[in-house]
């Protein structure tokens, strides 16, 4: 079985572009969670999506946007692109059932650089 | 103060040394709690869920203490390849994870 899939890999952008970024969960899951991690910190939750509500929403400003589909596969989406914004961006993949654990499994993320 | 606070390391330990790790979480509505083992510019890989009575998987031991807002983990004959950052994590009521920034160990020979 597939894992967590994200595409690109690697992204170089210029200040005030705009990016898209995409992840497929592990076949099953309902749930994408995206998260930002920079350089010496843990991962920063920006939004949880299941059964293509959003169901929970991080501290990061309007720029920042994300959709899931009827598939289960997610998109965040970036706007006004700024140096901060560089980071590996993860999203995670988790059944999203009420109760028990609810482990996320990550993807090998997208790792986005801005010029 | 972080919601999920962990001592940075590095840790720095021979072959065959036990090591402890530990966390503190400041939000006592955390439902589950995790030990995330993340390898240099490669994504965290769930090491372990941490349940009240503690667990056990093969060298690592998680223990979790709700009244101290606690968490550790205690890894057994270190080999080399544990050699990772160890990320503390507890998720909240809406299943969001909260993580630390991570413990470093070095297992050097």
């Known amino acids: 079985d597939a894992g967590v899939t994200q595409s690109p890999t690697h992204l170089i952008k210029t200040r005030g572009q705009h990016v898209t970024l995409r992840c497929s969960p592990i076949?099953?899951?309902?749930?994408v969670s995206w998260y930002q991690q920079v350089l010496g910190q843990g991962p920063q939750f920006i939004f949880q999506?299941?059964?293509?509500?959003?169901?929970g929403r991080g501290n990061f400003p309007d720029r920042f946007s994300a959709r899931q589909f009827p598939n289960y596969s997610s998109e965040l989406n970036v706007n006004a692109l700024l140096l901060g914004d560089s980071a590996l961006y993860l999203c995670?993949?988790?059944?999203?059932?009420?109760?028990?654990?609810?482990?996320?499994?990550f993807g090998p993320g997208t790792r986005l650089t801005v010029l | 103060r972080k919601e999920v606070e962990q001592d940075p390391g590095p840790f720095n330990v021979p072959e065959g040394a036990t090591v402890a790790f530990n966390c503190t979480y400041s939000n006592s509505a955390s439902q589950s709690f995790f030990w995330y083992r993340q390898d240099c510019r490669k994504e965290p890989k769930l090491l372990m869920s941490v349940y009240s009575s503690g667990n056990e998987d093969g060298r690592f031991t998680a223990q979790l203490n709700r009244a101290s807002q606690y968490i550790s983990l205690l890894i057994r004959d270190s080999k080399l390849s544990d050699s990772a950052t160890y990320l503390c994590?507890?998720?909240?009521?809406?299943?969001?994870?909260?993580f630390g920034s991570g413990t470093r160990l070095l297992v050097r020979p």
């Open positions: 994590v507890a998720m909240d009521s809406s299943y969001k994870l909260i």
């Open positions: 999506y299941y059964e293509k509500e959003e169901r």
């Open positions: 995670a993949s988790s059944t999203g059932l009420a109760g028990g654990q609810n482990e996320q499994f």
């Open positions: 076949s099953g899951h309902k749930s």
